[in-house]
């Protein structure tokens, strides 16, 4: 029997045209784009094309955009660059955000955990969705902050406004775009300072783009209204789901199970059973779930955005992450909860 994947919160396969708009760009548009030449300046041309095609997506304008090749690249340029101006200046941040986002912050002299007192408060780092519960999250608004949006789970899932924000980072990969694309977008007029030595992307990220990849990006970046209604269509299944699970024992709990949540995304606490073992029985039955954070999947620490919601070590130990694709059917999940269910007994 097919092995089935849920695990769409790590990554998704890219959408047929978008491997077929980077099968076509890796031959043909191939020329360095900061070359000044005719082919050079042909990739220059398609990395712009691409470039004002998202930001059209985004309603914002496309000198605000920076093509980077991943989120955690994107995350450190921005909180790395804001140092000077900000690191010594109180910060709010989530600590369920991702490790690429806490890590820079490590050099900040005062940061602080949301929800906190937002008095005196110069920089805020808010998930719009947590990866691995799945909870949606406002932006906290403090009058002359900055406000930094991590909207790489949403984009895809969830509709993602930029008007409560300053600036924000994108990922390709989760949302039906390549791997090796990401997007950093920012107010012009932010204090920041580049880090990166390099003449591409006006000065502000150094490295030669990858045409291919940006192109693919822009593609997926086209079918985004549809891939929203699809995942918005997997809650009953969410639900569904979740009420079988929830069934089995009274010492079961689904994490942020009343607050909003990403419709394709359930994060289960069985207590009484470890989550990596599940995990690794799953994929031995031919069901591809998670623990959690891909990055951190078969770690030794349990998750800290699990802790940060209040569970202990041991419960978050307990936990698994089901995340669907665009397009899961009722059957698939048929088969993932009698699955599941033979593992936990």
């Not at 955690?72 to 909180?79: D, G, K, M, P």
């Not at 010594?88 to 941040?93: G, L, N, S």
Request: net charge negative.
């Amino acid at each position: 029997m097919d092995r089935l994947y849920f695990d769409a919160n790590a990554s998704v396969p890219p959408l047929p045209s978008v491997v077929e708009v980077m099968r076509t760009a890796q031959p043909s548009i191939w020329a360095n784009p900061t070359s000044t030449h005719r082919e050079g300046q042909a990739a220059r041309h398609a990395i712009e094309e691409a470039r004002r095609s998202i930001a059209l997506s985004l309603e914002a304008p496309p000198s605000q955009l920076i093509f980077c090749s991943t989120a955690t690249e994107a995350l450190h340029l921005l909180i790395r660059g804001l140092d000077p101006a900000f690191g010594f200046m109180p910060a709010a941040v989530n600590p369920g955000e991702h490790s690429a986002c806490l890590n820079p912050l490590k050099s900040w002299s005062n940061v602080r955990w949301l929800p906190c007192d937002l008095d005196g408060i110069a920089t805020i780092v808010q998930m719009a969705a947590n990866n691995e519960s799945g909870i949606l999250s406002e932006m906290p608004q403090v009058p002359g902050a900055i406000r930094i949006k991590d909207c790489c789970q949403a984009w895809g899932k969830v509709p993602v406004d930029l008007s409560d924000c300053d600036a924000a980072v994108f990922s390709g990969h989760k949302m039906g775009g390549p791997r090796g694309a990401a997007l950093l977008w920012m107010r012009p007029e932010l204090p920041w300072t580049p880090i990166m030595e390099g003449p591409q992307e006006r000065r502000r990220r150094g490295g030669t783009e990858d045409t291919a990849a940006i192109l693919g990006l822009a593609e997926a970046v086209k079918h985004l209204p549809r891939r929203i209604e699809e995942n918005a269509s997997l809650a009953p299944l969410r639900d569904a789901l979740e009420a079988e699970v929830m069934a089995w024992s009274s010492d079961y709990e689904i994490i942020g199970r009343d607050q909003a949540r990403l419709p394709n995304t359930s994060s289960l606490l069985l207590r009484g059973h470890n989550g990596e073992a599940i995990h690794m029985g799953m994929d031995l039955a031919g069901f591809a779930i998670s623990t959690g954070s891909a990055c951190h999947s078969g770690a030794t620490k349990p998750s800290h955005a699990i802790m940060a919601l209040g569970y202990s070590e041991t419960e978050a130990r307990s936990v698994i992450r089901i995340s669907m694709l665009p397009g899961t059917t009722e059957v698939e999940v048929h088969r993932l909860v009698e699955g599941l269910k033979k593992i936990v007994g």
